[in-house]
């Protein structure tokens, strides 16, 4: 039977469609390889980057007069310095560090010579940081990356990374004739050896799920090809009627809200007499690389609601959302909302957005050119891994997550003791590549949730026709999900907003349980037709008040739920709490 060649839509023939696809892969494959070796870090965008400043910045005189004129302060501040501090070694510094960076924090650093080196660079780093802004005709995405890029290269030369400028190493190796430096060469092969093994960093072992975290009592009652769900033993003789349900992120395990028991979320909610149910998302493979979006809705979130409303029938239910989960939440219960769905009691979000015009940091590595690498990487493999982004995320908090992490291992010879939240931020998992790309464009690049054009279920899906009230949790240092960016919760919605922002950041703020030393949070609720402040005003308006977010939470849970009752039965016991899922590697 002869075939008739069918047109992709561009008046190619099937023949020639099939020749086009093959082309699409060379290039896939060779885009693949490049961010294998540029770890994950589009070398074209920052081409194009460097390209708008560099014109734009030979095209601006007056700009580098005023870069001339600046410098020219800078160094005769220095000069003044030097000259100051010869005569008194205590003479006030002409600049400080920006808020949050340590590296000159000790003592050592304040005196001659190391203070001179301090001084010089944290000038010069205020300098780079005037040529790199304010360039005419320079986009801001390009300005971004630029001056993002010239930091990265320029703390490469920071004085507090190089052994005989850093006072402290120079100290700690004559206390020890050496063997700091030599205890740190062992650290260094210890580290190359596991990576080269792909083996997690060391004291992980010391924290296994089941074990060590991830330990609250309870069953699997139900699993999918995407889930399982997890329900956990109730502590308490009576419980609130309304179950909560958590959605982790599914980039990592979800046990971030249930590590050692004394830092776990789950099990001190259950201690407050909640019944408590909790996604464990499957860690996909290169066979599940076209779930989608939409998979990800209907066999997550929508299935473990199916799956509690069949348990408990005659109850609604508090659903809880944290970073990407509270963003697919999002979705999930506007579309309910959209078709009269009715079973949500309260909807909370943990560092969660639903608008992404303002990303925080990651917007550094989201533009066309970057989302083309990484689905070619993804298309390669069939998903995205840890190790494919390890490298961009790191650069994000370089001070934390790699120089100071070098001096004290490789330099001073020490070994941070591992915790629990370090030992999950080792346990990541894979994002398949049709579902990861979708949420990278749809969300992060075209933004479609916030303006009101994402579908779900064949249906576009509206922010505001959600009703039940929402507590919206932000933390005051999150790259990942900036709490401006969290705050817009109330833009796009029509209903009973509460907002906490709490100390912390991405991860650490959310991990915050009561009587943790040195935690605040901010609070206040916004009925509908309340006037929005702005978010600069509503800090300005709030004080912080000391102590966890968990507690006003709870007390706030409380006061949306019916009166404590008998606890309901457990669902049919697959397997014991963790379940399986969180064992795949």
């Not at 596991?194 to 004291?203: D, K, L, S, V």
């Amino acid at each position: 039977m002869a075939l008739t060649p069918k047109s992709d839509g561009s008046g190619a023939t099937g023949d020639e469609s099939l020749g086009i696809e093959a082309f699409q892969a060379v290039d896939r494959i060779r885009e693949a390889l490049s961010g294998q070796l540029s770890g994950g870090v589009s070398p074209g965008s920052l081409m194009m980057a460097y390209v708008d400043w560099a014109f734009h910045l030979a095209q601006a005189p007056g700009k580098q007069m005023e870069l001339g004129v600046k410098a020219g302060r800078k160094w005769q501040r220095l000069m003044a310095y030097l000259m100051a501090s010869a005569m008194d070694p205590q003479a006030a510094p002409v600049i400080t560090p920006l808020p949050g960076d340590r590296r000159f924090a000790g003592e050592a650093w304040a005196k001659p010579p190391f203070s001179w080196m301090s001084q010089a660079f944290l000038l010069l780093q205020q300098w780079l940081h005037n040529v790199t802004h304010e360039v005419p005709g320079v986009t801001k995405h390009h300005e971004d990356v630029v001056s993002f890029a010239a930091k990265q290269i320029l703390d490469v030369c920071a004085p507090s990374n190089n052994p005989f400028t850093n006072p402290e190493v120079v100290a700690r190796t004559w206390a020890t004739g050496g063997m700091n430096l030599v205890k740190g060469w062992q650290n260094w092969l210890q580290d190359v050896v596991r990576q080269i093994r792909q083996e997690p960093p060391e004291g992980v072992e010391a924290f296994t799920p089941g074990r060590d975290v991830a330990v609250t009592p309870g069953k699997v009652i139900f699993r999918n090809h995407l889930i399982e769900l997890i329900q956990y033993t109730p502590t308490t003789e009576t419980v609130y009627p309304e179950p909560v349900l958590i959605v982790p992120a599914w980039i990592m395990k979800y046990y971030i809200l249930d590590l050692s028991p004394e830092n776990s979320l789950i099990r001190w909610l259950v201690a407050q007499g909640h019944t408590v149910f909790a996604i464990s998302w499957r860690n996909p493979g290169a066979e599940d690389r076209d779930l989608t979006l939409e998979d990800y809705r209907r066999l997550g979130v929508m299935a473990a609601l199916d799956e509690i409303t069949r348990l408990m029938p005659d109850q609604k239910i508090h659903a809880t959302g944290y970073c990407l989960g509270g963003t697919l939440l999002s979705i999930a219960a506007a579309a309910m909302a959209g078709k009269g769905d009715a079973r949500l009691a309260s909807l909370t979000l943990l560092a969660a957005q639903v608008d992404f015009a303002e990303p925080g940091e990651l917007a550094l590595f989201i533009d066309p050119s970057q989302l083309h690498l990484l689905e070619s990487m993804m298309w390669n493999r069939g998903y995205l891994s840890a190790d494919q982004m390890a490298g961009a995320f790191q650069l994000l908090r370089s001070n934390d997550l790699i120089w100071s992490r070098m001096v004290r291992d490789y330099m001073m010879g020490e070994r941070t003791a591992m915790n629990d939240l370090m030992a999950w931020n080792a346990d990541s998992t894979r994002m398949p590549y049709r579902m990861h790309a979708e949420y990278l464009r749809r969300l992060y690049l075209n933004n479609e949730l916030s303006s009101g054009r994402f579908t779900a279920g064949g249906k576009t899906v509206l922010l505001q026709n959600i009703r039940v009230p929402i507590f919206a949790v932000g933390t005051e240092r999150d790259h990942v999900a900036p709490w401006k960016s969290v705050y817009k919760i109330h833009q796009f919605t029509d209903c009973e907003v509460t907002f906490a922002l709490t100390s912390g950041g991405h991860n650490a703020g959310i991990v915050s349980p009561p009587g943790h030393p040195r935690r605040r949070y901010r609070l206040a609720t916004r009925a509908h037709d309340d006037a929005l402040l702005p978010p600069e005003t509503w800090v300005e308006v709030n004080p912080a008040t000391e102590g966890s977010w968990w507690t006003p939470w709870q007390a706030w849970l409380a006061a949306r739920s019916g009166a404590p009752a008998a606890p309901p039965a457990m669902g049919n016991a697959l397997a014991d709490a963790p379940g399986t899922y969180v064992f795949q590697r």
